[in-house]
């Protein structure tokens, strides 16, 4: 795998990096197995097509694509889970139907199996209190992402479990 290969998946599905680094050890030279792509749209490239087939790879594999830099943090107490998504619902879809009514919206992640398929729910990231009050006031019964209505509710953070 090269710079220019991960260049050329990214151009068949329809995406244009600014940069590709492929990450190597630095002792051996070889593929560490990552690479750090740039684009000037990151968030919907990434909600796009992660978890997608990377193309002409055999066997098959999936982009696996995640935020890194310090301005990309997620403060998950202003997050959301949302239930009830259809089969077909990816973390692109969830992204676009939320971040259209909620600016703020840092993420949106589906829960997968581990043979790719949706576990049925997922979990939004807000940047601000406020639009994550509002959705988990106004958006529990949405019907758009299946074929029932979603339901959403508040996240409790790990570190509150304990207290």
Not at 41 to 60: E, Q, R
Not at 77 to 88: C, K, Q, T, Y
Not at 146 to 161: A, E, L, Q, T, Y
């Amino acid at each position: 795998m090269t710079e220019r290969f991960i260049t050329r998946a990214f151009h068949k599905m329809g995406e244009y990096p600014n940069n590709v680094k492929l990450i190597r050890n630095t002792n051996t030279g070889e593929i560490s197995g990552y690479a750090f792509v740039d684009f000037y749209d990151s968030v919907s490239v990434m909600h796009k097509l992660n978890g997608k087939y990377i193309p002409n790879t055999n066997p098959p594999v999936k982009f696996k694509l995640n935020h890194a830099g310090k301005s990309t943090s997620i403060n998950r107490e202003f997050s959301v889970w949302l239930g009830i998504l259809g089969p077909g619902v990816d973390d692109y879809q969830l992204y676009k139907t939320f971040a259209c009514r909620y600016p703020s919206i840092r993420t949106a992640k589906v829960v997968l199996d581990r043979s790719g398929l949706s576990k049925g729910y997922g979990f939004i990231f807000f940047g601000s209190e406020e639009e994550q009050k509002h959705c988990l006031n106004n958006m529990n019964g949405f019907p758009g992402l299946g074929s029932k209505p979603i339901k959403v509710n508040r996240v409790i953070p790990k570190s509150k479990w304990h207290e």
